[in-house]
């Protein structure tokens, strides 16, 4: 005969149960992980820079789109390429929900996009420094100082899954 324990151990799964756990997160890692991640988050940002000026690119001259249009295109190119290498690649985050970091994704790619274009106003139009130099210096301490930091503890942090 049964007893109660092991009846409750071989009950049918109930629909809204999940097939199985998710998987525990990563332990914590130690400084030189942290560095080859913080040299992974700056590969998949080149990348994700070739795959947006290649697909401006080709939607201007072979797909006859006008600059701009093919500038908002080729930008969602790089943010997709962008989020899913991040995801997988950089943070490791493949287990968590991934609507909830598509949404994270877009605020701090957004909030990051206000920071570049201040940084411009500033080093560009205020200091007078040259606009390519000034998107370089902009761009890397936006990448450090902001993206960085909010991909790892914000949009892709095994505590916020």
Known sequence: MATASSRSQTRPRAWSEPLSAPPAPPPP?????????WIRHHATSVVSTIVDFTAMVIAVELGGVRPVPATVIAAACGAITNFALNRRFTYEAGHGRVTRQVWRFVLVSGASLGLNALGMYGFHNVLGVQYMIARLVTAVIVSNAWNYPMLRFFVF?????
């Open 29 to 37: 890692r130690g400084r030189r992980y942290i560095f080859w991640q």
């Open 157 to 161: 942090s095994h505590r916020s899954t």
